[in-house]
């Protein structure tokens, strides 16, 4: 059980936290599919948790590593863009039809291809256990809590105004706003 305390491996603690995180969000989104949006919500939670805990394991024990940083960031595009965009567009969007679907779908992709883009802007100007003071642009788990709050309010702002905040988070991921790390 060596392997979980050496940065070199590839399972070492911190990395075996993020494939929990991973498996969260693919749950999330299984439970999208099916309609659950209670169970999704959990699940999309749990990975939230589970990105903080790598976090604070990878730096305590002195794990991090390169393929821990890739890891983190596919973990973080699937739980913190991925789902939340999914979970907005199964929940919010899906009764629309002919152009405001298309309109809808657009925002999305947009704020997918914005969080991506932010990801791996972050894996090149970061190395293995680097911390920042700040952030450039919001960090993908912020957005994620910034989209699950536009979606609590959904009901009460519509499906236009919903679209116009997910258009301005994805916009603020690659923006140059500084985010404090905390």
């Known amino acids: 059980m060596q392997f979980l305390w050496r940065s070199t491996s590839h399972f070492n603690l911190a990395n075996l936290v993020t494939m929990a995180n991973i498996t969260a969000g693919l749950l999330a989104t299984y439970f999208i599919t099916q309609g659950n949006f209670t169970y999704a919500v959990i699940l999309a939670w749990m990975g939230g948790a589970f990105d903080i805990v790598d976090g604070k394991i990878a730096r305590k024990f002195n794990l991090s590593n390169?393929?821990?940083v890739q890891l983190d960031s596919f973990a973080d595009f699937l739980s913190f863009v991925l789902v939340p965009t999914f979970f907005i567009f199964q929940s919010v969007y899906s009764e629309l039809s002919g152009f405001p679907l298309?309109?809808?779908s657009i925002a999305s992709i947009y704020y997918v291809i914005s969080g991506l883009r932010r990801l791996i802007q972050f894996n090149i100007h970061t190395d293995a256990g680097e911390v920042a003071k700040y952030f450039t642009g919001v960090p993908t788990p912020l957005g994620a809590i910034l989209l699950?709050?536009?979606w609590l309010v959904s009901g009460f702002i519509g499906w236009i105004a919903v679209?116009?905040?997910?258009?301005?988070i994805g916009a603020l991921l690659n923006s140059k706003v500084k985010?404090?790390?905390?």
Do not use: A
Request: glycine share 6%.
């Open 148 to 150: 699950w709050i536009v």
């Open 179 to 182: 985010i404090p790390h905390l």
């Open 102 to 104: 298309i309109i809808t």
């Open 66 to 68: 390169e393929f821990g």
């Open 163 to 168: 679209l116009i905040l997910m258009l301005t």
